[in-house]
């Protein structure tokens, strides 16, 4: 069975940082492309980033654009979302997502997320 399980969130000032790590079990990592989308109170889901299975190909939200950074570790079954200069509207439930490499997204598994606040 398919487990995608987040940590990391919590409360931050803006400007600060954050790192979200997905422990992924139940699948062969290193064939499935993984992601981080994020839904904010009153808002759509949206995908924040993603990497290919390998970890060669990265994409990102134009609001997060050098400011987050997606990576993973195949040896550790593990993806990570380094998230610095944080602003107020970064706050959300983060979403760790996972799909065998080439198959659609909505094939894809769903972890259970985790908060992230940035406030003051």
């Known amino acids: 069975q398919v487990q995608l399980v987040e940590s990391g969130g919590g409360l931050v000032q803006p400007g600060g940082s954050l790192r979200l790590s997905c422990a992924a079990s139940?699948?062969?990592?290193?064939?499935?492309?993984m992601s981080w989308y994020r839904q904010a109170p009153g808002k759509a889901r949206e995908l924040v980033a993603s990497i290919s299975s390998a970890g060669v190909s990265t994409d990102y939200a134009d609001s997060v654009q050098g400011r987050f950074t997606i990576s993973r570790d195949n040896t550790k079954n593990t993806v990570y979302l380094q998230m610095n200069s944080l602003k107020p509207e970064d706050t959300a439930v983060y979403y760790c997502?996972?799909?065998?490499?080439?198959?659609?997204?909505?094939?894809?598994?769903w972890g259970q997320g985790t908060q992230v606040t940035v406030s003051s």
């Open positions: 997502h996972a799909v065998r490499s080439s198959w659609s997204a909505a094939l894809g598994s």
């Open positions: 139940g699948i062969i990592f290193r064939i499935y492309d």
